[in-house]
């Protein structure tokens, strides 16, 4: 058989047969290969540092989330459609590009962090504490919420942000102010303004829009109007902890496990102890002399306590007659320890030598240890044993499922061989939903193009140390046009609101001109309009009763000259216009108290070091080479 296999192997057919598949593979390694070399997973570089696609996917995921919070707590009814994804990505891309300037920068500077720094802020920080004690499961949750693969992702992260708070310091903490640039901030801070107010409210009600407008609009705004794109998503996860009700536990090693704890327990033995310091004035033979007299009074009978009480330097001990209390070996300088453990119970060491001093010691006490039984210990032991075999079982269990889902059409046999349920999810679009789709990791594989287009299963994903997951699109929904008829009413209450907030500007526009040029007077507009003026005496910038927007504009109106008042409109939230009557601008007099108080130095030097961190970001900005894929 061998033969004829061989003999065929050098006909025609089959010599045509090896030249095609070596022109299939010829194609298919250069496509892996171009693949290699390109930036198809890259969003950005900058000065040849790389954003990835799913980094930015994630920080857009992240940014998405945090603002629909945001904004729902503000309107309970806000739609999360609303978000102009395009835009929003783009700004994300920005700031991601805008963060490795600056990181790049600070290490030109060479500024650095050290480990010890973030072990220090990481053990600190309240969310990764339970009970005021640092928590590592409850920093594992934390940071997997935040979407973050790993420990090191996190410290990566920190060491990026106290690099960059490092940098805006060296410019923020190192900025002053002027007596000239106080002064300055003083007058405007203490001006005062007189003016009244008359509020011109908006029409909606007589305004028309014609079905011709309504079309326009919808032809000039189509990306307006687009449904999300969205998936189904199949998934099947793994988990760690559903292999724990698979394992049984030997006995037999349940019983070598538990002498190998009990035979870890050590005994206690308590200590009293006389020391003599050896130092500038007590030399080292003096030190010795005296440790020794003291011994010597110890044999004579005398009280432990009593020779404690007259010679020892260790002040926090002497009131306890030199007690040291229960310590295990290892607890104590080496030479202290070793002479300690070589004791009887009631028996005085010879002079010991330490970085102290002189020591004599005492063994008061020795506790054997209390040996907890099998039963006692069996849910402890059991669950460390069964770790044990969960862990190889899932990691075994995690190499099927990577294999099996490379080589599936689909997950119905991964599922079927490893004996999980196929999770339907969605439809949910790219900044995710609940459940696994809240997970950025699991979004950006969904929209990943060989998954996404080519209908391929994803890679293992590991979503933590206990979780991972494997996902194929079911279904996609690509973004398409709504229709016309069903976004007709939104339009036009668009195009009524534009008109009539036009309308209202233009009548208040007419208004101010008429009260400039003393064709009207005050009276009569509020007689024309239906409305009366409110009169506001000295307001200052800082007035918490009126609106923001009303006092912006207030203050941003000329001075008036000689007696004549000046008139102005500024647009209300709703649409509606203040038409504002500007009379008077007062200025202490005396401002130097003002001025040189340290609330207004703080406050210039800290807009002076943010503009030239501003600075700073835009040189940076402008030397770096950015390319946007």
């Known amino acids: 058989m061998l033969q004829r296999m061989r003999d065929n192997a050098q006909s025609w057919v089959a010599k045509v047969i090896v030249g095609v598949i070596v022109l299939i593979f010829a194609l298919t390694g250069w496509e892996s290969i171009s693949r290699f070399g390109s930036n198809e997973?890259?969003?950005?570089?900058?000065?040849?540092?790389?954003?990835?696609?799913?980094?930015?996917?994630?920080?857009?995921?992240?940014?998405?989330?945090?603002?629909?919070?945001?904004?729902?707590?503000?309107?309970?009814?806000?739609?999360?459609?609303?978000?102009?994804?395009?835009?929003?990505?783009?700004?994300?891309?920005?700031?991601?590009?805008?963060?490795?300037?600056?990181?790049?920068?600070?290490?030109?500077?060479?500024?650095?962090?050290?480990?010890?720094?973030?072990?220090?802020?990481?053990?600190?920080?309240?969310?990764?504490?339970?009970?005021?004690?640092?928590?590592?499961?409850?920093?594992?949750?934390?940071?997997?919420?935040?979407?973050?693969?790993?420990?090191?992702?996190?410290?990566?992260?920190?060491?990026?942000?106290?690099?960059?708070?490092?940098?805006?310091?060296?410019?923020?903490?190192?900025?002053?102010?002027?007596?000239?640039?106080?002064?300055?901030?003083?007058?405007?801070?203490?001006?005062?303004?007189?003016?009244?107010?008359?509020?011109?409210?908006?029409?909606?009600?007589?305004?028309?829009?014609?079905?011709?407008?309504?079309?326009?609009?919808?032809?000039?705004?189509?990306?307006?109007?687009?449904?999300?794109?969205?998936?189904?998503?199949?998934?099947?996860?793994?988990?760690?902890?559903?292999?724990?009700?698979?394992?049984?536990?030997?006995?037999?090693?349940?019983?070598?496990?538990?002498?190998?704890?009990?035979?870890?327990?050590?005994?206690?033995?308590?200590?009293?102890?006389?020391?003599?310091?050896?130092?500038?004035?007590?030399?080292?033979?003096?030190?010795?002399?005296?440790?020794?007299?003291?011994?010597?009074?110890?044999?004579?009978?005398?009280?432990?306590?009593?020779?404690?009480?007259?010679?020892?330097?260790?002040?926090?001990?002497?009131?306890?007659?030199?007690?040291?209390?229960?310590?295990?070996?290892?607890?104590?300088?080496?030479?202290?320890?070793?002479?300690?453990?070589?004791?009887?119970?009631?028996?005085?060491?010879?002079?010991?030598?330490?970085?102290?001093?002189?020591?004599?010691?005492?063994?008061?006490?020795?506790?054997?240890?209390?040996?907890?039984?099998?039963?006692?210990?069996?849910?402890?032991?059991e669950a460390e044993l069964k770790a044990e075999q969960v862990e190889r079982q899932y990691v075994e269990a995690s190499r099927e499922l990577a294999n099996l889902v490379y080589e599936s059409p689909d997950l119905a046999e991964p599922a079927r061989a490893l004996n999980l349920e196929i999770e339907t999810i969605g439809p949910v679009g790219r900044e995710g939903g609940e459940g696994l789709a809240a997970n950025p990791r699991v979004m950006a594989a969904a929209f990943d193009e060989e998954v996404l287009q080519d209908g391929l299963n994803s890679q293992l994903l590991e979503l933590d140390a206990d979780t991972s997951v494997v996902i194929r699109v079911k279904e996609h929904m690509r973004a398409k046009q709504r229709p016309l008829e069903e976004v007709s009413e939104d339009i036009a209450d668009t195009l009524r609101f534009e008109k009539a907030v036009d309308q209202t500007r233009e009548q208040a526009e007419e208004l101010v001109a008429a009260l400039e040029a003393d064709s009207t007077q005050p009276a009569d507009v509020a007689e024309r309009i239906g409305g009366s003026w409110n009169n506001h005496e000295a307001i200052n910038r800082s007035n918490n009763e009126l609106p923001r927007t009303l006092l912006r504009s207030v203050f941003a109106m000329p001075r008036p000259s000689e007696g004549e008042p000046v008139y102005g409109h500024a647009r209300q939230p709703d649409g509606s216009q203040w038409i504002v009557e500007l009379r008077g601008v007062a200025t202490p007099e005396s401002l130097r108290e003002t001025a040189e108080s340290e609330l207004f130095q703080r406050y210039i030097s800290g807009q002076s070091g943010t503009q030239d961190f501003t600075a700073l970001q835009e040189s940076l900005k402008e030397r770096a080479e950015i390319e946007r894929f």
């Open 41 to 381: 997973q890259n969003a950005a570089a900058v000065n040849g540092t790389e954003i990835t696609k799913f980094e930015l996917e994630q920080a857009v995921g992240l940014q998405r989330r945090q603002l629909v919070q945001q904004l729902q707590q503000l309107n309970d009814n806000f739609d999360p459609n609303m978000i102009d994804d395009a835009l929003l990505r783009e700004s994300v891309l920005d700031g991601l590009i805008e963060r490795a300037v600056l990181v790049e920068g600070a290490r030109d500077f060479d500024l650095r962090v050290s480990e010890a720094m973030i072990d220090r802020l990481i053990l600190s920080t309240p969310d990764f504490q339970v009970d005021g004690e640092f928590d590592a499961n409850r920093f594992d949750i934390v940071i997997r919420n935040m979407g973050l693969a790993s420990r090191m992702a996190f410290r990566d992260l920190v060491r990026q942000e106290l690099l960059l708070a490092q940098l805006r310091n060296a410019f923020e903490a190192t900025a002053f102010a002027t007596k000239n640039e106080q002064v300055q901030l003083a007058r405007l801070e203490e001006q005062t303004r007189d003016f009244t107010v008359i509020e011109l409210p908006i029409q909606r009600d007589e305004i028309n829009v014609t079905e011709e407008e309504i079309e326009t609009y919808y032809t000039a705004n189509a990306e307006q109007f687009m449904t999300e794109e969205q998936v189904v998503l199949e998934a099947l996860t793994l988990s760690r902890n559903d292999f724990f009700d698979q394992v049984q536990v030997d006995e037999q090693a349940l019983q070598a496990l538990y002498e190998r704890e009990i035979g870890n327990l050590t005994e206690q033995r308590r200590a009293s102890h006389i020391l003599v310091e050896v130092t500038d004035e007590v030399s080292e033979e003096q030190a010795l002399e005296t440790i020794t007299a003291a011994r010597q009074r110890l044999e004579e009978g005398e009280a432990f306590a009593q020779v404690v009480d007259d010679v020892s330097d260790d002040i926090g001990t002497a009131a306890s007659g030199g007690d040291l209390g229960y310590s295990v070996q290892g607890s104590f300088d080496p030479a202290f320890d070793e002479a300690l453990f070589a004791l009887e119970r009631g028996e005085v060491s010879e002079p010991v030598r330490t970085s102290f001093g002189y020591h004599l010691i005492k063994l008061t006490d020795v506790a054997a240890p209390e040996l907890p039984s099998l039963e006692s210990m069996r849910e402890g032991l």
